[in-house]
C-alpha cells in the first residue's frame, strides 16, 4: 500500500494521467515450465483411462500460476524496455525519449501513469497483443480503494468498505463515538469471559487491518486489538465495537494525495516507553510524508525491552530511518530525484 500512495502522489505532483487496466482470466495466460499432469476431465473420453493429460498451460488452482502469469507479464515488459524496481518487484517503469510510463501491478489489476496519452495507448496496445485486456479509463478504484480525482490532487478512501463494516456489526442506528480509543485502557490485564465464537472479532480485527490502508487514525486502535486476535475477551470486543462506533461519523475520512508538492519527504515519530504491562515492551509509531501527503505510517510493538525512554525513541528513530531510505529508493526508481537530505522529526 504505501507503493500505492507513492505511485499516485508522484502522478499527482507531475500532473500525469492515471488509467487502470484489468486482465481477463490471467491465470491462464502462464506457460508452464514443470511437468504438470492432470486427470481428464469428466466426459471427455479416452481409449486408455490410466492415461493422463500433460498440462502446457497453466490453470487456477494451480501452485505454480500467479508466479507462471507474473514470469509472463514481467517478460513482456522488459521487451517493451520497462526496468522493474528492486524495492518493489510489482513496480515497473519506463524512460525513453522523454516518454515516461510507470505501471503497479496487483495480480491481474494495473495503474499505469505516463506523461504522454500517446504513449499511453501505445503501449495499451501492445499489451493487447499479449493479453486479453480490459481498459477501464481512468483510475477510480483499486484494491477496494476509492479514488477521485481533483484540481488539488488524489483522495483516497474506503467509504462503502468503512459502511459495510458498521452495517456488519449492526451499528448502524448507534451513536458515534469520538475517539477510536480510550486513552488509559487496561485491555491487557482484562480478566472478562472469553468470547464464545471468537471468528466474529478476529474477522472484524482483520477487515480493520485493511480499512487502515487509508486511515491512519485507526492505526494504533488496530494494533491494540490485533493483539488479542488468538484469545479475544468480551472487554476486547466492546473495544472493538467502539472503534466502529467510531468509524460511523467518520465513514468518508481519507487522504489526500496533494498535486502542488516539492517532494520533501519529512518522517515522525515517537514511542509509548514500556506501555506493554505485560511485556514491559514499548510501542513505535510512526508517520512519512511526501510533501504535505501521508505516504507510510506504522504502529509496531518493539522487539526488545526499551531500558529507558531516551533508547525507546532511538529505537522508534531507527525504524523511521529504514523506512525514509525504502522510500527514497522507491521514489528514485519513479524518477524523482531527491538530492536534499530527509527530515527526521521526534518529540524528544
Known sequence: METVRLFLEVAAGRNW???????????LHG???????????PGFHVADEKKVCRLRKSLYGLKQAPRCWFAKLTTSLREYGFVQSLSDYSLFT?????????ILI??????VASNSSGALQLFKDYLATFFKMKDLGPLKYFLGIEVSRGSTGFYLSQRKYALEIVVEAGLLGSKPADFPLEQNHKLALSKSPLLSQ???YQRLIGRLIYLAATRPDLVFSVHILSQFMQNPREDHWQAALRVVKYLKGTVGRGILLKARTNFQVTGWCDSDYSSCPLTRRSVTGYI?????????????KQDTVSLSSAEAEYRAMVHLTKELLWVKRVLTDLGIVHPQPMHVLCDS
Open 17 to 27: 494521467i492515471v488509467h487502470q487496466m484489468d486482465v481477463h482470466n490471467a491465470f
Open 31 to 41: 506457460d508452464l515450465e514443470e511437468e504438470v499432469y492432470m486427470k481428464p476431465l
Open 94 to 102: 519506463f524512460d525513453k525519449g522523454g516518454i515516461q510510463i510507470n
Open 106 to 111: 496487483y495480480v491481474d489489476d494495473m495503474i
Open 198 to 200: 471468537p471468528a466474529q
Open 288 to 300: 512519512v510524508q511526501l510533501g504535505a501527503s501521508p505516504v507510510s505510517w506504522k504502529t509496531k
